[in-house]
């Protein structure tokens, strides 16, 4: 059975910092590049970042850059997602997600998530102003 449990949600003031995990079953966590999403209600569900799976390259979504830091170790099937310099508007819903990605995956293709095979359940990000 396929599992993918976030957890490290919570409230933070603007400017402080989270680390997210997202812990995994089931699958051959080190086959699938891993992606962090996040929802407002209301709103689409948005990519934040990404980390391949053949050699650790990272993506970040333009309004994270430089402050969020996503990382993986395929030991434990985990993936994590720093995130430093909250402003109220990371408050969202973050969800990690595992799509299939071998040697000739177009990456340019993450932020499109109905792509993605599998879905955690989603932590809550709340950043106080």
């Known amino acids: 059975q396929v599992q993918l449990v976030e957890s490290g949600g919570g409230l933070v003031q603007s400017g402080g910092s989270l680390r997210l995990s997202c812990v995994t079953s089931g699958f051959t966590f080190e086959i699938y590049a891993m992606s962090w999403f996040r929802q407002v209600p209301g709103k689409e569900r948005e990519g934040v970042s990404c980390i391949s799976s053949t050699d650790d390259t990272t993506y970040y979504a333009d309004s994270v850059k430089g402050r969020f830091t996503i990382s993986r170790d395929n030991a434990k099937n985990t993936m994590y997602l720093q995130m430093d310099s909250l402003k109220p508007e990371d408050t969202a819903v973050y969800y990690c997600?595992?799509?299939?990605?071998?040697?000739?995956?177009?990456?340019?293709?993450?932020?499109?998530?109905?792509?993605?095979?599998?879905w955690g359940r989603g932590t809550q990000v709340t950043v106080s102003s």
């Open positions: 997600a595992a799509v299939l990605a071998g040697k000739g995956y177009q990456y340019y293709t993450i932020w499109d998530s109905i792509q993605y095979d599998f």
